[in-house]
């Protein structure tokens, strides 16, 4: 999951972006809607993340939908994005080994009469081959 935390923003950047009130935050962060940063004297910062989920319960509150409902469903919002995380990594994963064996593959080839390891090269050794007289 990439978060956007590289720039932590103060709660007064947060309310004049956001058009809540400091006591709504913070009471949203009692619900554990959301969870801000702290700084080693225990003031809060928010990240762009956490500006855009607040501004998504605002939205939702303004759609008649309960903080409960908002709760279930701000659950199952961070559950696809951790489902789109994991895939992310299981690629990334997948992508090493795959060079890996690519490698491998490499080594071996590198034994061989013909050790030419992409379609370019291989074209053109057939192609010279071709031209050459028997």
Known sequence: MRESNQHLHSIRVVKEATGLTDRRIRYYETLELLQPKRTSGNQRLYSQQDIERLKRIKELLDNGISL???RHHLEQEDAVIRRGHDEEVERDVESYFQGKLIARKDAIS???LYPLTNRAD???RIHRDDEKPH
């Open 68 to 70: 409960k409902d908002i």
């Open 110 to 112: 590198r034994e061989s």
């Open 122 to 124: 291989i074209l053109r």
